[in-house]
């Protein structure tokens, strides 16, 4: 399969706990972007990388958040001290120059 | 990026082609619409884009009006498995910055055997 991978698919922590998601784009794409989306809304933005730079980040992205692409292949994206309100799926998308985005199935967080 | 409107839901028979309307009337010139769908718990799809042109892909066809400030996408025999969330979006691409997607509620649709 050679569509973007997301690991772990689910999780469930803790609050206070920290967690960390992984992101496999589709090889030789070189910008890759995260999302979050809770029940019944779109998914809304919270960072971009073009190779290993990241360009943009998003107002929803506390300072508990911190998202990396070492060598501009796979990113991860750690939530510190864990909250309620980020239980949410996590979503990864990355595209080529032209821009249209492909997205992987997920990571659904929940916090107890 | 512009800001479009959906419908909220739409029902269509099996096999019959689904018509999902969106209008985004304050596009910009340099502003593609795109189609993007969700089915329940997994990521979204992309679907198809278009500038000005009509679009056919093997999934679905894309038609914008000629001004531009409303485009159509269709399903041209729905089955069940298209039950799903389907969001227009539109945006400027090629973008060497700000090229995030911004999303809004979509429309569900409901493929009904």
């Known amino acids: 399969d050679t569509g973007v991978s997301q690991n772990p698919r689910h999780k469930i922590t803790k609050r206070g706990q920290n967690v960390t998601f992984r992101c496999d784009p589709i090889?030789?794409?070189?910008?890759l972007y995260w999302y979050r989306q809770t029940l019944g809304q779109g998914p809304e933005f919270l960072t971009y990388f073009q190779n290993e730079a990241q360009l943009e980040k998003s107002r929803l992205l506390s300072d508990r958040f911190s998202a990396e692409r070492p060598k501009g292949s796979f990113s991860t994206l750690e939530i510190q001290r864990t909250e309620q309100g980020d239980s949410a799926m996590y979503l990864c998308?990355?595209?080529?120059?032209?821009?249209?985005?492909?997205f992987g199935p997920g990571t659904r967080l929940t916090v107890l | 990026d512009a800001k479009t409107t959906q419908p909220p839901s739409m029902d269509c028979a099996e096999g019959r082609a689904a018509n999902l309307p969106c209008n985004h009337s304050t596009i910009s010139g340099n502003e593609y619409v795109y189609w993007y769908r969700q089915i329940h718990s997994q990521g979204p799809q992309y679907i198809i884009h278009?500038?000005?042109n009509n679009e056919t892909n093997e999934m679905a066809s894309l038609i914008i009006t000629e001004d531009r400030k409303s485009s159509t996408l269709i399903l041209p025999h729905a089955t069940l498995r298209d039950t799903a969330v389907y969001y227009c979006i539109v945006r400027v691409a090629w973008e060497t910055s700000g090229s995030r997607l911004t999303f809004g509620e979509g429309t569900q649709l409901t493929v009904n055997p």
């Open positions: 090889s030789e794409h070189n910008r």
């Open positions: 278009g500038l000005k």
């Open positions: 998308a990355s595209s080529p120059p032209t821009d249209t985005q492909y």
